[in-house]
Every structure is written in C-alpha cells, then in structure tokens.
C-alpha cells in the first residue's frame, strides 16, 4: 500500500486514516473524488473497505487478479473487495474462529454487487471437489432466484433489494466449503399490493408475464401485459430499459434445478394467484355488507390451486370472533374487505418467501452423510442489508431500517474500540480514551422495555377501544416528551414546528434527523390476517401454501408478536451472531441518482458519507496512531535509507527499526515501538519517509545493477576457469583414442559402413539431425531447411516431405469449414484468373461472400435455393441497352431476375462457357446453345465482383474448364447465325459505350499495381 503514497497528489491516499486533516469532512470526500475519477472505486479506512459503485464494467474482476490477492497481506496491494475476502479467509483458516463479513449502505450503491463478488472468489479460490463445485454453483445461482423474488425497481435503484439477507457458508478443515445458511429480514410486503410512482413490484411477476411461454401463461389464466393487473399498475411502470425481464426470467428458470428446486409449477401458481387476488374487486350492499364483483377472479385462484371457491368467497367478506363458546361472524365493510384482500396477498407473497428461503437452505445444507462430523468446519456470514434511509416520505419501513443501521453501528463502535485496545494491550502501548458519540441511548430509545417507542406501538395496537396513528403519536408525546433525541411538532420550537407536519415525529439518529410519517404505522405493526382466512389457507391444495400456512397457528390461541417486536427479536439474534464473530466491513456508496459512470455528485456522497457513519470510523481509528506495521515488513521497506540496516539486518527486527527511525530523525512523540509492530502517530511522518525512499531508488537502482554485472562476469570467470582446468587434467589418453577414430573416420568417409568409419559417419548423422530438431520450419508458407550433408540427402528429403505432410494436416484441421470453402474457392480463382485477368491481385485479399445482394431476400426460386446472388448490368443484344438486374445461382440453374420477376433461366447443362477480358472490366458472356429454341441467345453481363461471380459459377456449373479469358475481344451469338463482338482498349476511364460496325466497345483504365 505504502507505494501508492507517491501518486497520492493524483489518486489520494489508500487509507483514509493518512489523511492528514482526519477531522474535515470536506478532505474526506475529496480523496473519494480522486479516487473515484481515476477508477480506483476503493479506500481503506483501517480494516474497513469504503466502496464507490463506478456504474461501468472494470476489468478488476478476473481471475488473474483473485490470483493477485490470493494469501497477500491485508496492506501490501490496493485495497480490493478481493483483499477484504482473502482476508477474513485467511483470518478463518489460521485462528480457526468464525468470521462475518458486513456490507451496508444505499440502494443503489452496490451491497449485492458486493456479495456477489465475495461468493465468487471463495467458489474460485478455495480448494474444491465435485461436491463442492455443486455447492458452490448453488451458493451462486441461489442470488439470481433471492433477486427475483426479493428485489424490486425503485426511484433509487433498478435492482434494489427489499429484504435483508444474512448468509452463512460453511468450511471444513481443509477450507472448502461444504455448506451454507440463509437469514432474512424485512421483507417489504407492502410493496405486492402498493408501489409508489416510478417504482414496480417484485421482479418475479414481470418476468413470469415476459419470459413465460404461452402454455404456461394459458395453463396460469394469465396475459402477456401487466397493466391488466392491479397490484403491477400501481407505479405505472411496467418496464425498464436496463432491465430484460425475458432474459432474466431464463436465469431463473435455468437456476432453480440447480438449487434442488423440482416444484415450479406450485410456486408459478402461487405467483398467479396473488395477481388474481389483486384483480379481485368488491361491491357494497344497502346494509354496508360486502361481496365480491368479480367471481372470474376468484374461479382463477381455484383453477391455479390456491384456494377453495367457496370458501374464499364467504371468509374474505366476513370476519369470525370467537369469544368463551361462542362463535361470531360479522360482515366487512368496503374498506374492511379490500384490507382482508391485501393482507391475504401480502401474507401468502411474504410467506412463500420465507418458505423458498428455506428452501434453498435445504440444498445448501451440510450433508453429514458425506462429511460424518463438522467439529472442525468454520463459517463465514455475509450480511447484505439495507443502509441508513432518509427519504421525503418515511414509514414504518424506515424506522425498522434506520432502528436496524443504529443496532449495527452500536455493534461496529463497540468491536471497533474493542480491537483497537486489544491490539494496544498485545503490543504493550498505552491505550488512550477515545471520544466519541455512543448511540446506546438512541438505541434505548426506540428498544427500551415498556418505554420504548416498539414497546408503546405494540401497547397501542392491542389496547382495546378506538385507536389510530395520531392516539399513537400522542402516546409518544406524553411518555417520550423530555427525551433529547425525540421531537414532534407539539413539543417542538417555532422553527422546527414549521418544517414538521402534525402528524410526525423525528428522531435524532447517530447519522442525523429523520422524520417519520405515523400514518399507517398501526397497520402495518398489527399485519395480521384474519384467522378466517388462515383456515382458508390451511385447506389449499397447493402444497407450498399448506406448509405455508399450518392447522396448528390456526388452533394456537396464543396471539402473535407484532411485525416491530418480532423484528426486534431477529435483530438481537442477529446481534449476538455477529457478536461471536470477527467482522469485517465493507461500506458501499453510490455516487450519484442517475447511475451515470464518471459522474461525482458531491452533495448526494456527503449525506451517504454522514449517514455511514465514516467520519465516526475514522475518528475512532485515528485516534491513536495513524499507522502500524510489523517489524519485518517496515524494516524490509525502508532499510535502504540507513546505511547500518541496509542491506540487511543481522540482529533482532526491533533493534534494526530503532536503528532505521533513528537515522530518519523520527522524534519520539511520532512513534512508539511495540513488541512486534511500529506505531506512527502522523500522516506525515510516513509520507515523509516514502518521499525518502522514492529520492533513493535510482541510487538503489544503481547499486544493484553494478552488482549484478560484477556477479554475472564472475560466475562467466569461474566457468571459463572450470572448463580449461577440465580439458588440461583429464588424461590424454582418453582425448586421444578418440580423436584417432574420428582422424581415420574422416578418411574412409566415402566408403560403405564399417568399423573403420562408423564412429565419424554417427556423428555427422547425429550433428544433423539435432541441428534439424533447432532449424525445423514452423509453418507451411517458411521452405527453408538446413542443407543435409552428401551421407544423408535422401533422408533428409524424405523427412522434408514428412514434416511438410505433418504441418499441412495440422493446419487443415485447424480450419473452419466456413474457411476452408473460402480457401478451395481462392484456390479454384487462382487457377482461372491468375496472370490471366488484371485485376485479379486486387481481388486475392477480399473475401468471397455469400451474397452480394445486401439485406435483401432471395425471390422463391423452385425447386433450388439461391445459393449466391449479385447485382449485375445486363446489355441487351440489340442495341446494348443497359439493365439493371439480380443473378442468382442455384445448384442446377442461374436466373436473371428484375425484382421479383425471373427474366431468364440458364441450365448449367446448356452453359456451353464463360468468356471474360483479360483487363480489369467487369464485363463476362455466358454462351447459351443457339440451336435452342427454349434457351434465349448469349447473356452480356456486368459485375463489380466479376471474379468472384465467376469463380463460383463455374464451381457450381461445373465448367471450371470452359472459361475463356480473351485478351482484344469476345464474340457472343445474338441470335441464330448472327455474331456480336465486344471490344476491349484502355483509356482512362471506365466506359461502356456502342462502337463502330454495331461493335460494343469497353474502354478499361490501366490497373495500378504498385
């Protein structure tokens, strides 16, 4: 990391706690910004990862560079969401405690991007088998499915994820994964019956409604467009133009069989019925009882098997009590029954949710069959869960999100702090007190028992008599008025009163002031479906619903938790999960609305930046020392800048970095010295010191390049030295005898093999053949070959024509057989045109095309297909008037088309020949038998590619042999016993005119052959 610091006037620094001025907001985002615009999306703040969406495809992604990250220090590369992973794996492996990832911010700004990148690079990374290929195939292809049933398109993002998703995956002892398991949180089910302006449903219904085929659709009673239906009308936008639903459709359809899944059909009818649940209208009678208007719908839900006719009919109307014995039903009024409605499309929609959810956990699932004991496994969660929101209107939704991102940075502090002065107490420095702003009171505020706001909406919604939104907001009033973090219009001042509506109340969060709407908050705490429709739910036919909606939390008499309360509940589990393990965290940002690539939106980053909470992180990371780093790794860095540590150090590492500092002048408030790590307290005290060993490098340089070429002509010496040593101490006599035989192997070099003359000839044929194995020509094109001695010229031709023979079925099958008809059609080309015609150099290069005709169709040619077609000129044989036409070759016949009407049809077995000029015209004659009353006179013909028509004709026409190429004229019958002639003379421009003597004269420009 510490090289980048030279660019840091270009790119700013990697880690924000370099930043020299910590404490400006202004400086932090500008390092962002530096960042941001020389495509470096991602900053350090300590151990936490700072990511920016760049809206673009960066080529940072591949394997190569996993590879890169693979087993490297968390600070010895740029900071990469890879290095974040390899990280907390390496941290997993080697302590052998569970870790968790946890990524947050916006939507929009990248979450699920993020752990989509995580889970590849353990499926690449880690060691695997097949088994664990196949679960990690299924860790992967589960996101497409979670995506089209939890996200959806909203203002902010067009893939935005509506629920909170915390996975786990499980490794063994040797760091494969062998298992995984999925939490989630907070599904939005409000958004199936209501999507604001702009904004769409779950994915899922569009892409059933697009990507469906039309048995599927007929077999569902459904129509390919989503404005018949009411729960897709709602935002009025049934399609986006970054999305393709069709095509995502196809993802999901291929990715459910490899998650194990085999009951589509189940689920696809659930998805119908809610969207003929939503078409479902209600009428009113003269005594405010309800009915319902449109009994097509209902027959719908019964023909996809979601529910009974009958039953759903009486029970979405009514509402049961039951009180001691007694039994008693009352009817719904209008505004009663499309509650009912809703409730039962949010209930079923949420519940099939969660029971895919578990679905998925099950092929996910570690299988003790194949793993008899999992002691020694290890997990790793990745929480991908909404940020901090503030939007113009903020509900219930909010609030639960917001309470959420107050829980997680009460939990980040705390594990922050927590490492900060473990690390501290490990390396024997004082710890210093560290200020900051503890949110445990905001926590209390909106958790506390009893006096809580969760504690005061549940009393408020099971307090008997008439209770609404503002007796909810007056309950929060009377029982959290003196609250400092709590503020309403009544209990606020006259400047507050005037931006607050009557009915809100704003808190003030860690990150700032948000207020909440109350309108609809008892509603959708209380979220609770009639029992009557339960039992109708309990008795469906489909099997997802049944196991969806039990008999026994029909006959429970217990009432359920309330949406906030329960909630909470998941919230503090999941607290206590991450609380027994080591996080990591990665901290997305989005840098502006429009998801435009290169595009900073300073003010939409401040309000992320501050809702973040990163300021908040990096004062508590800075507030201390700015930087450590072990002993080995500063001392291997920066030994060259003191002359007694470089280049190496021979005594303990702590005495080599006492020596370094000391030399660099550090003074003793800038640093402090651990038992294996050294303390800067300053940015600039370490940018600095890599100043210094910048200005050193090319001295560096230096130095070792001089040692290098004194090493290499030494070790160029010794073996010199080696070699002659060698040659003066090993007896001559060995030498000797064998430059004797070589002496009289030379010698009878003319006779037959003998032994007086077998040692010199072995040698020649061996010297050959390994001078052949260097020299060996690599392609078919290269007709050097080393020139053999007299003793081996016949073998040396042979294994000439067999290396050629070798290379030339090596290439032939290397070619495609698109290329290889290109190649026969050059080949047969060249033997009619080559030093015959002009301009055949210039047609050597193009490529022989198909047709020529452009994007028009061929006409119905019968009983053949148009193989070839292109546009030629056609001269009349009286009076050489020219005419546009379409030649068309078929297998058995050409014909002359004008437009749609076939002028002419010439049988390949009446083609007496083809003439053509010598020059580079493109004027050619197709002889036609006279004595053929059925068969019109010769055809005079022009083309622009008349060496390609040519060449594939007569391929075709098999008349390779009959094409003529005249140099002066060529004569063609116009008739019985009357002759036509074409002149050919150069001029200097292309000219078709009628000459002397009825002739039809061609003048040709001189063809440039340079």
Not at 401 to 425: D, G
Not at 962 to 982: D, H, L
Request: hydrophobic share 35%; with cysteine; glycine share 6%.
């Amino acid at each position: 990391m510490e090289s980048a610091l030279t660019a840091r006037d270009r790119v700013g620094v990697q880690d924000f706690v370099l930043l020299e001025n910590y404490n400006s907001e202004a400086a932090f985002i500008e390092n962002l910004r530096r960042r941001f615009k020389e495509n470096l999306i991602y900053t350090y703040i300590g151990s936490v990862l700072v990511s920016v969406n760049p809206y673009k495809e960066l080529e940072i992604y591949s394997k190569q560079q996993m590879e890169r990250y693979r087993g490297v220090s968390f600070y010895e590369i740029s900071p990469h969401i890879y290095a974040v992973s390899d990280n907390t794996y390496r941290a997993m492996r080697t302590e052998r405690k569970d870790q968790c990832i946890l990524i947050s911010g916006e939507s929009g700004a990248g979450k699920t991007e993020a752990s989509k990148k995580i889970l590849l690079y353990y499926a690449v990374t880690c060691p695997m088998n097949d088994h664990m290929a196949a679960l990690g195939d299924r860790l992967l292809q589960s996101n497409p499915v979670l995506e089209a049933f939890g996200n959806a398109k909203t203002l902010r993002n067009d893939n935005s994820s509506r629920f909170g998703k915390y996975m786990d995956v499980q490794f063994d002892f040797r760091g494969a994964p062998v298992g995984g398991h999925i939490l989630n949180y907070l599904l939005e089910k409000s958004r199936v019956v209501h999507q604001n302006h702009g904004e769409r449903n779950f994915h899922i219904f569009y892409q059933l409604l697009e990507g469906g085929d039309e048995d599927l659709l007929n077999t569902l009673d459904l129509e390919r467009n989503p404005q018949n239906y009411q729960y897709l009308v709602k935002g009025n936008c049934p399609r986006v133009s970054s999305i393709s639903d069709k095509n995502n459709w196809k993802v999901v359809m291929k990715a459910l069989p490899v998650i194990g899944f085999t009951e589509e059909e189940k689920l696809l009818n659930i998805i119908a019925g809610v969207l003929h649940l939503g078409n479902t209208q209600f009428g009113e009678g003269e005594e405010g009882e309800t009915y319902i208007t449109t009994e097509t719908q209902i027959t719908k839900l019964v023909k996809v098997r979601t529910v009974s006719l009958v039953l759903l009919n009486v029970q979405i109307c009514t509402n049961i009590h039951k009180k001691a014995l007694l039994r008693m039903i009352s009817p719904l009024n209008f505004e009663q029954a499309i509650s009912a409605r809703d409730a039962l499309a949010k209930a079923v929609y949420g519940r099939t949710f969660t029971w895919l959810v578990e679905k998925i956990n099950q092929s996910l699932a570690l299988k003790d069959e194949i793993y008899h004991s999992n002691k020694g496994s290890s997990v790793i969660g990745l929480l991908d869960i909404y940020g901090f929101e503030v939007l113009q209107h903020n509900s219930f939704e909010q609030f639960c999100i917001n309470y959420c991102n107050e829980k997680l940075q009460q939990l980040f502090i705390e594990l922050t702090l927590r490492s900060e002065q473990e690390e501290y107490e490990t390396e024997g420095i004082a710890w210093e007190t560290v200020q900051y702003f503890d949110n445990k009171i905001i926590c209390d505020l909106i958790e506390e028992k009893h006096k809580g706001i969760i504690s005061i909406l549940d009393e408020e919604c099971l307090r008997p008599g008439e209770t609404c939104d503002v007796s909810f907001l007056e309950k929060l009033e009377d029982t959290l008025g003196g609250h400092p973090h709590f503020v309403t219009h009544k209990l606020a001042n006259g400047k507050t009163r005037r931006v607050m509506s009557r009915e809100e109340f704003r808190l003030l969060h860690y990150a700032g002031e948000v207020n909440y709407n109350v309108n609809g908050f008892l509603d959708k705490n209380n979220d609770l479906l009639n029992r009557n429709l339960k039992e109708v739910m309990c008795q469906s036919d489909n099997q997802i619903l049944s196991r969806c909606f039990r008999r026994e939390e029909v006959m429970d008499q217990k009432r359920p938790e309330m949406a906030a309360t329960q909630f909470k509940n998941s919230l503090m589990k999941l607290m206590e999960i991450l609380m027994s393990k080591e996080p990591s965290y990665v901290r997305c940002i989005k840098p502006n609305d429009a998801k435009q690539p290169g595009r900073f939106d300073e003010v939409l980053v401040r309000h992320q930046v501050k809702y973040l909470g990163l300021m908040e992180n990096l004062r508590v990371r800075r507030a201390g020392f700015a930087y450590r780093r072990r002993f080995e790794a500063f001392l291997q860095r920066y030994k060259p800048l003191c002359p007694e540590t470089w280049p190496n150090w021979h005594g303990r590492l702590v005495d080599g970095v006492s020596t370094l500092v000391n030399h660099l002048g550090y003074k003793p408030e800038e640093y402090k010295l651990g038992r294996s790590k050294i303390f800067i307290r300053f940015p600039k005290t370490l940018f600095t010191t890599e100043d210094a060993l910048e200005a050193k490098k090319p001295e560096i340089a230096l130095t070792l390049q001089t040692s290098w070429r004194g090493y290499r002509e030494r070790a160029k010496y010794q073996r010199i030295r080696r070699t002659a040593f060698c040659m003066y101490t090993i007896p001559l006599v060995v030498y000797g005898s064998v430059f004797i035989r070589f002496i009289k192997g030379f010698i009878y070099r003319h006779e037959e093999y003998c032994p007086e003359n077998e040692y010199f000839l072995d040698h020649v044929r061996y010297s050959f053949l390994k001078n052949l194995r260097k020299n060996l020509p690599k392609s078919v094109l290269d007709k050097s070959w080393p020139t053999p001695p007299p003793l081996v010229v016949e073998a040396s031709e042979h294994l000439r024509t067999l290396h050629m023979r070798n290379m030339v079925v090596k290439y032939c099958r290397r070619v495609q057989p698109e290329w290889k008809k290109q190649m026969v059609q050059k080949v047969v080309a060249s033997e009619i045109f080559k030093d015959q015609k002009d301009n055949y150099p210039q047609s050597v290069g193009r490529l022989f095309l198909d047709s020529r005709l452009g994007t028009c169709s061929y006409i119905n040619v019968r009983p053949c297909a148009p193989q070839y077609g292109a546009s030629v000129t056609k001269y009349d044989r009286r009076g050489f008037k020219p005419r546009p036409r379409q030649l068309l070759l078929t297998n058995t016949f050409a014909v002359l088309v004008d437009r749609t009407k076939i002028k002419q049809r010439i049988d390949y077995t009446a083609l007496r020949g083809i003439s053509v000029s010598s020059l580079s015209d493109g004027m050619f004659v197709l002889h036609m038998p006279s004595e053929d009353s059925k068969q019109k006179a010769d055809a005079v013909l022009q083309c622009d590619h008349v060496i390609e028509l040519v060449t594939k004709l007569a391929m075709m026409a098999g008349k390779i042999d009959y094409v003529n190429i005249s140099p002066g004229s060529i004569r063609f019958t116009v008739a019985r016993g009357k002759e036509g002639i074409i002149d050919f003379v150069r001029g200097s421009e292309m000219k078709v005119t009628k000459g002397k003597r009825g002739h039809l004269l061609v003048t040709v420009p001189r063809t440039n052959t340079t």
